[in-house]
């Protein structure tokens, strides 16, 4: 079922990117991927970003739902950022609503001292 406020990717654009992908010419397929592969690495680092720096719980919370959704890549991406990349007040954004996308953060942490 269709969330009705999901915005369409533009026609256009989304039938450019499947004739591409599922070309028979090895350049535009890779034009594709390439295209989908920056799309994603940007869309992972713009939710990591509201993850550790949103002021609003809830907006962090869906934020880290749709990490969630992106799997162990993304999970990881936010553990690294976390241990390696944020300041004290980011760790505690991200502690908020780490569960949501990792269980194994806290363990990790456990077993880490």
């Not at 509201?50 to 553990?79: M, N, P, T």
Request: hydrophobic share 40%; proline share 3%; charged share 25%.
């Amino acid at each position: 079922m269709k969330n009705p406020d999901e915005k369409p990717l533009d026609p256009n654009l989304r039938s450019w990117i499947l004739k591409d992908f599922q070309s028979n010419e090895t350049l535009r397929q890779q034009h594709a991927v390439q295209l989908l592969a920056a799309w994603a690495k940007w869309l992972l680092s713009l939710l990591i970003e509201i993850v550790k720096g949103g002021s609003d719980l809830r907006i962090r919370q869906h934020a880290a739902s749709l990490l969630s959704q992106q799997g162990y890549e993304a999970a990881k991406s936010l553990k690294r950022v976390f241990m390696l990349e944020s300041t004290a007040e980011e760790r505690r954004q991200i502690l908020d609503v780490i569960d949501n996308v990792t269980r194994d953060l806290k363990a990790e942490l456990v077993n880490a001292h």
